[in-house]
Structures are given as C-alpha cells and as structure tokens.
C-alpha cells in the first residue's frame, strides 16, 4: 500500500508513505532511487540496532563500518537540544553536507530529533523515517511535527519538516516489548473512533491476531492508522484548525499527564482521555452509551485503563485543561466522538459537565 500526503504548495512537498512495500532486502536500492546522487547518513536507535543490526545488515543495509551510521540512545531524557548538537556534530565529523540526507531508524523520540535535526542541519537537508515503534508507525512519523523537550515542557522547541519517505516494516514490531505495544494501541483505537469504523470493527474482531503481531492485520491496522492521520494533515498541515480532531481525548490525557508528573504514561492516559470524552459525549446525548461500553470493553481488552486514579482530581485536571487552554489564547474546543469513526467539535463547553464525568470516572487508588 502506498499513500501520499500532498502538502499545500509545491508538488516537491508531497510525502509519501509505503506500507509493506518493498522487502528490506529491496530498501537500498529504494532508497538510492529516491535520493539520487545524496549520501544516506543513518540515525539509529541503538537499541533497535542492537536487535536489528545483524538481520539488516544481512540485507545490505549500511554497516557500522559504512561511517555514515550513527547510534542514538533514544528516551525522552535525551530528546533535547544537547543530543541534537552531539549528533550534528558527529555528521560534519563523518562529512555530511547539504547534499546529504537523513535516515531515522527507531521509534517516535528517534524520529522526532532526527527530523528536526534534518529541518536545520546546514538550513536543511531532506529526510527519511523507518518507524519501529507501533506508537510511531501509526502516528509520529506521519504529519512532519519534530521537535525536542525543553525542561519547562514537552515539544516546545520543534519545526514542521515533512520526511520525503516514510518506509514501514511491521515486522520491527516482532522485537517492541508488549508495553510499547500496548501504549500505541491506545493511538490506534483514538484513530478508529474519531474516523475508520471499519478499522475499529478489524480490532474488535481480531484482538487476539494483533496481539500474536501477525503481519497480515498488522498491515491492515498501520495502513488504516496511516490513512486516517494523512488524511487530516493534508487538509490541515500546521494544525489551524481541522488538525485539532486528532486531538481527540488527547484534552484530558495531556492533563493527566502532567497532573501524575508523567507517571502515568501517554497511551494510558490517551485511553482515559477517550473514555473520558465518550461518557462527555454520551451525557450531552451525542453519542450511544452502547458505543461508549464498546470503546471501554476495547481498552480493556488491551489492558489500557478505563477510569481515572484518584489522584488526579477532577479540579486538577480542569486546571490543567483550563492553563492549557491560556496557551493556546482562546476557547477550549473539544473533541467528542459522536459515533464509532466520527467525531465533532465542541466549543460549548461548560466546565461543570466535564467535571461530573471526570467525577464519576475517579477511582479510589
Ligand atoms: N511528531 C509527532 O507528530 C508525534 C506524535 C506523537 C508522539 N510523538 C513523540 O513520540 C515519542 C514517543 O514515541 P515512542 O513511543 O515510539 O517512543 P520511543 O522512541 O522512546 O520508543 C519507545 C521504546 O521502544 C524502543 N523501541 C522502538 N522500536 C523498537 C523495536 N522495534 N524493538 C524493540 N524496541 C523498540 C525504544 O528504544 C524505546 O525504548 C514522544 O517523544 C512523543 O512526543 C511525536
Ligand atoms: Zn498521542
């Protein structure tokens, strides 16, 4: 399967993504086509190099020994501007120039600090994303945000810089441990609900079949996942307006985020951020409450948590919302599904009624 995401602007803006296309044994030469007379250099994450280097390289993938290969030991904690110094500087070592290109191998963090290491390498150089991680197959790669964390905040110092390829292998995801797993399957569910309701009938049907990674409905769920990003970013590159549906039940699992100080993690949070938005929607008489019993019964079929613990307090979050809400300068627009694969928003919204559902969704522990 093969998209392409054609940006505003010129043709040479066009992004394209392969969804098993081409073999790892095919992908040099891919490459090669597609870059011409530019030298590769790869940014890999070393841990996926570790587990990956002897199969690929078996390939014809670049050695180490190639000196256009560089490891990066991806985290969060290393999503700064000082990783992104430390491997510019290890590319004008190796001689990278502005005839050069970039190749980012690993999962969302890899791909967000490569890409945006690509948007102002010598003022630019293009770029190319293999996703290894669910969470980065079926979202981060796709849509051209990069950026780095800054310690006031996530993502605050970033650029918008399409990669000219996004090349996705499923069977990267053989090796991803099961919580990494879990994690991306809360942004697969939110890509379902907000606007492939055949996508979410393939998860319910065959939750066992993506737990076991077989390849075929792996395919079937990045290819959809994929579809359903580029879609909206295409109508909506810098997140003006429509952007904003990708959002959905992201308003209230930022919020739990930052008020646990990050313990509880993205895709957990996500999930209570959906059922959060859903139960919103079914008490405001936009949506069936059968539809929100079938997104509850989906998270905990992948073990993603469904109510809210106690310590993030309905005020707390409604702070958190309510600050965020200042950042952005304006109103607070929330997303709520109105069935399974459709989604609107709602800019009404009276801060007592989402206080009632994050009431009722609280837990004790
Ligand atoms: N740019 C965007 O639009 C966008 C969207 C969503 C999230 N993000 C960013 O993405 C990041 C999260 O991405 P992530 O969850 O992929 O994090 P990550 O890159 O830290 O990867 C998660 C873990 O999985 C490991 N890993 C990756 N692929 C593997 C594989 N095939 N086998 C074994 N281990 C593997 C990594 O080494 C890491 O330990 C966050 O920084 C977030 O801000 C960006
Ligand atoms: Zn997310």
């Not at 790669?141 to 780095?148: C, D, P």
């Not at 990267?172 to 309701?197: H, N, W, Y």
Request: net charge negative.
């Amino acid at each position: 399967m093969k998209l392409t995401i054609n940006l505003p602007g010129t043709p040479s803006r066009a992004s394209e993504v392969l969804i098993g296309e081409g073999t790892p044994a095919e992908l040099p030469a891919m490459l090669a086509g597609r870059l011409g007379s530019r030298a590769a250099y790869w940014i890999w994450d070393e841990r996926v190099w570790e587990l990956w280097h002897e199969r690929v390289e078996g390939y014809g993938w670049p050695p180490m020994e190639s000196g256009r290969l560089i490891l990066f030991p991806a985290s969060e904690m290393n999503k700064r501007l000082n990783s992104l110094e430390n491997l510019a500087q290890q590319m004008v070592r190796l001689g990278a120039d502005r005839q050069s290109a970039l190749v980012a191998v690993g999962g969302g963090v890899t791909g967000d600090v490569v890409g945006f290491l690509a948007s102002i390498y010598m003022r630019g150089i293009p770029h190319l994303q293999i996703p290894t991680s669910l969470l980065a197959q079926v979202d981060s790669s796709i849509g051209g945000k990069t950026g780095v964390d800054l310690p006031e905040g996530k993502n605050l110092l970033g650029s918008f810089h399409q990669p000219q390829t996004i090349w996705m292998y499923p069977q990267f995801l053989e090796t991803l441990p099961p919580e990494e797993f879990r994690q991306g399957m809360a942004e697969v569910i939110k890509s379902a609900m907000l606007g492939d309701r055949a996508l979410w009938e393939d998860l319910e049907k065959h939750t066992e079949a993506i737990k076991r990674r077989e390849g075929d409905v792996l395919l079937r769920v990045i290819g959809a996942s994929c579809a359903i990003k580029a879609g909206v970013v295409e109508a909506d590159e810098r997140e003006s307006g429509y952007r904003m549906v990708l959002n959905l039940g992201h308003t209230v699992g930022h919020a739990v985020e930052k008020v646990s100080d990050y313990q509880v993690r993205h895709g957990d949070a996500v999930a209570m951020g959906l059922v959060t938005a859903a139960n919103l929607a079914a008490r405001l008489g936009k949506l069936a409450y059968d539809d929100v019993s079938r997104l509850e019964k989906l998270c905990i079929a992948w073990d993603l948590p469904v109510r809210i613990p106690g310590p993030c307090s309905p005020e707390s979050l409604l702070a958190a919302i309510q600050s965020d809400k200042k950042r952005m300068r304006g109103t607070l627009h929330f997303v709520l599904p109105v069935k399974i694969g459709e989604v609107m928003v709602y800019d009404r919204l009276d801060p007592e009624e989402l206080k009632q559902v994050l009431l009722a969704l609280r837990t004790e522990a």
